[in-house]
């Protein structure tokens, strides 16, 4: 017996979903975080002051054929730690999930650094768009080389070195 599809299984961990809208080719769902405090950057204190909330657009994993856009609530909070340097810190979220000022969620950025891996720049990136994920050769490359980051960048070689 198939289960129902919730819209709420289709936002990642730490999201709850406020609305969703679906237009011929996108889905917008707004979204919030369920969490009720978060950890300062600087000092590691957890704050449950709330300073000022600000929009956060997101791309996640295309779904049946639609493009998916997630416009994520985030907060900002007042550190109360009176030594700490940080005063207004925004919410973290866990890194495979969202990065701070990532524009793509963990999924996303998973699938677009193993398509770098495996196809390289331009290959990738016609590949990506047949897969409806919005990236270009050059984030296909800056995504695999931040992903790596033992390995020095490499050098341009014409055709006679």
């Not at 129902?4 to 979903?17: D, E, I, N, Q, Y």
């Not at 449950?48 to 609530?73: K, Q």
Request: glycine share 8%.
């Amino acid at each position: 017996m198939q289960r129902p599809l919730r819209l709420s299984s289709l936002v990642p961990r730490g999201f709850a979903v406020t609305s969703a809208t679906s237009t011929a080719d996108t889905t917008m769902v707004e979204i919030h975080s369920t969490g009720a405090t978060s950890r300062c950057p600087s000092c590691g204190a957890e704050s449950g002051r709330v300073h000022s909330r600000y929009r956060r657009r997101i791309v996640d994993l295309p779904m049946a054929g639609r493009s998916v856009r997630l416009i994520a609530t985030v907060r900002r909070f007042r550190c109360e730690v009176v030594t700490c340097g940080q005063i207004i810190f925004t919410e973290r979220f866990e890194h495979q999930v969202l990065a701070p000022w990532s524009r793509r969620t963990g999924r996303l950025e998973g699938l677009v650094h193993h398509l770098g891996l495996a196809l390289g720049g331009r290959p990738g990136a016609v590949f990506a768009k047949r897969l409806m994920l919005p990236v270009s050769n050059d984030t296909l490359l800056r995504v695999v080389r931040r992903r790596l980051p033992g390995i020095p960048a490499s050098e341009v070689i014409g055709i006679d070195d």
